[in-house]
């Protein structure tokens, strides 16, 4: 028992002194095909981070990215990019309480549903917490209003989203009045942009390219 205990004291002491002063262990970057575009609207394509260091929050505030070829991690701000996106998530750059944050399509077409996560408190325990937005793209000059980025409520989300989904007012009676559920939303606002689909972006060409060359590379 005493040899036992002498080489796991031993042991314990290698691993202590292996590890740098005064830093905790990072974990290694776990890297995915994505892209970002510029400020000035030019697509880079490499490859992000999705285990960055606080976890789900610290993509609404920055992402890690490596450039393809040789090269390292680096971190890329809300200064150097305007949208981003990896593994069939896209996120855009937007106004944030008096600063910027990227915010995350949850549906895209003529009307853009939202979110943003921040760490926050959840039935008075620490939690990341959200905040949804919805948009329409191609609200009338009488609905102009409409085409701002507006929070919605998940309390009265219903009401919220009435306005937007007027045209196709069948689609949003279905909607369930008292409970709110991200992706039932989200599927009600992705039925509704298939009578107004035009097909994809740019940015959504070039980030189907991403995941296209990603799967060729791997067959």
């Given at each position: 028992m005493k040899k036992l205990l002498s080489a796991l004291f031993i042991a314990s002491s290698v691993v202590l002194l292996a590890q740098p002063k005064g830093k905790?262990?990072?974990?290694?970057?776990?890297?995915t095909p994505g892209y970002y575009c510029n400020l000035k609207g030019d697509t880079i394509k490499g490859e992000i981070q999705t285990n960055p260091t606080n976890g789900e929050v610290d993509?609404?505030?920055?992402?890690?990215?490596k450039p393809k070829g040789p090269g390292k991690v680096t971190a890329i701000s809300n200064k150097k990019a305007k949208a981003y996106g990896f593994d069939g998530r896209h996120f855009t750059l937007i106004p944030f309480d008096a600063d910027f944050a990227y915010i995350?399509?949850?549906?895209k077409g003529r009307l853009n549903f939202m979110e943003y996560k921040f760490a926050g408190?959840?039935?008075?325990?620490?939690g990341v917490e959200s905040r949804y937005f919805i948009q329409d793209t191609k609200a009338d000059d009488a609905s102009a209003d409409l085409r701002e980025l507006k929070q919605i409520s998940e309390k009265f989300y219903k009401k919220d989203v009435k306005p937007y989904m007027k045209a196709q007012i069948a689609t949003w009676e279905n909607l369930d009045k008292f409970t709110f559920n991200k992706e039932v939303l989200a599927n009600a606002i992705r039925e509704f942009n298939r009578y107004y689909?035009?097909?994809?972006?740019k940015v959504e060409v070039e980030a189907e390219k991403v995941t296209g060359e990603e799967k060729e590379a791997s067959e």
């Open positions: 905790d262990p990072k974990m290694a970057a776990t890297l993509f609404y505030k920055g992402f890690n990215f995350e399509y949850i549906a408190s959840i039935a008075g325990q620490p689909d035009t097909g994809p972006t």
